[in-house]
């Protein structure tokens, strides 16, 4: 039977109304996006409309031939039919991994999307987090140390820690190149990434969207299942880079924020790690870390 990769930007998505009918798929990306335009038809689900010169966000699945009829079903789709509710075309599909695929995508045409509401960001998940008085957050980098929030006086903010996490499947890097130096990111693949997880209101929210540089295409928001000890958290609020470039060593000051956030609820093991990773990697002095860590 032959099997073909398609990108899911709405209801298909984990832990949506419609995933069921992907529930036995093979999973290849679940940070992936495309070039298009999002819109909300006004009906529980959006609708992608092509377009280059901005990106829509989703997850990429590798189907068979009978998972993708019961999408074209859904999708009110039919090879060669006039009137189509959703076309579906190729497209290439791009991965935080580095990799790319050539995958369907159903599409609305550019007049079907004339008087509906474009989606900032690109991403159905976001959009509708914005709707919900409170979501988790869950913070691996600077986030975990709250001497910022305190001096930009949010720390109010920040108070309802629900617990310390781990994100499976995922490695912590360095991807963000800032003018003194990296910033942390999290890629797909082997590895697995610890953090914290907040409980925040959309006030939180505002204020993560301005220190993460989303309205300048620094970072992204993105959704993520996070594990603790006691159950898995579902479509957990993070950030990821948007431009990843090659790995660059983080300041003395920001590794140091890092491992002081990370010390009140993070695996020692996991500490450990980081720590020597900081040193064996990037070249950073254990000594001068610990001496900022205390300022």
């Known amino acids: 039977m032959k099997n073909s990769y398609v990108f899911v930007y709405g209801t298909l998505r984990s832990n949506l109304s419609n995933h069921y009918l992907l529930k036995d798929a093979n999973v290849i990306s679940?940070?992936?996006?495309?070039?298009?335009?999002?819109?909300?038809?006004?009906?529980?689900?959006?609708?992608?409309?092509?377009?280059?010169e901005s990106n829509v966000y989703?997850?990429?699945?590798?189907?068979?031939?009978?998972?993708?009829?019961?999408?074209?079903?859904?999708?009110?789709?039919?090879?060669?039919r006039i009137n189509n509710h959703y076309e579906r075309i190729l497209?290439?599909?791009?991965?935080?991994?580095?990799?790319?695929?050539?995958?369907?995508?159903?599409?609305?045409g550019d007049n079907q999307v004339t008087d509906?509401?474009?989606?900032?960001?690109?991403?159905?998940?976001?959009?509708l987090s914005l709707r919900k008085k409170s979501l988790c957050y869950?913070?691996?980098?600077?986030?975990?140390?709250?001497?910022?929030?305190?001096?930009?006086?949010?720390?109010?903010?920040?108070?309802?820690?629900?617990?310390?996490?781990?994100?499976?499947?995922?490695?912590?890097?360095?991807?963000?190149?800032a003018d003194d130096g990296g910033r942390a990111d999290i890629?797909?693949?082997?590895g697995e990434v610890e953090g914290k997880i907040y409980r925040v209101n959309q006030e939180a929210v505002s204020y993560l969207e301005k220190r993460e540089g989303v309205l300048y295409g620094t970072y992204r928001p993105t959704f993520v299942d996070v594990k603790t000890s006691k159950t898995v958290f579902k479509d957990v609020l993070t950030y990821v880079v948007i431009n990843k470039e090659e790995e660059t060593a983080p300041p003395i000051k920001y590794?140091?924020?890092?491992?002081?956030?990370?010390?009140?609820?993070?695996?020692?093991?996991?500490r450990m790690k980081l720590l020597r990773d900081?040193?064996?990697?990037?070249?950073?002095?254990?000594?001068?870390?610990?001496?900022e860590m205390k300022k």
């Open 278 to 291: 900081l040193e064996v990697k990037f070249g950073l002095n254990f000594d001068d870390i610990f001496a």
């Open 255 to 270: 590794a140091a924020e890092i491992l002081r956030g990370s010390a009140c609820c993070l695996s020692e093991k996991y």
């Open 138 to 177: 869950f913070a691996y980098g600077s986030c975990m140390d709250d001497r910022r929030f305190i001096k930009q006086k949010v720390a109010h903010l920040f108070q309802d820690i629900v617990d310390s996490g781990i994100l499976p499947n995922y490695q912590l890097a360095f991807t963000r190149k």
């Open 30 to 52: 679940k940070q992936c996006w495309t070039s298009g335009m999002l819109y909300d038809v006004g009906y529980g689900y959006p609708a992608m409309a092509l377009n280059y």
């Open 116 to 127: 509906l509401q474009r989606i900032e960001y690109g991403d159905w998940k976001y959009y």
């Open 187 to 190: 890629i797909e693949g082997i």
């Open 91 to 108: 497209q290439t599909v791009y991965t935080d991994k580095g990799i790319s695929y050539e995958a369907y995508v159903y599409v609305y």
């Open 58 to 80: 989703g997850e990429l699945y590798l189907v068979s031939e009978k998972e993708l009829e019961q999408l074209d079903w859904l999708e009110g789709y039919k090879e060669n």
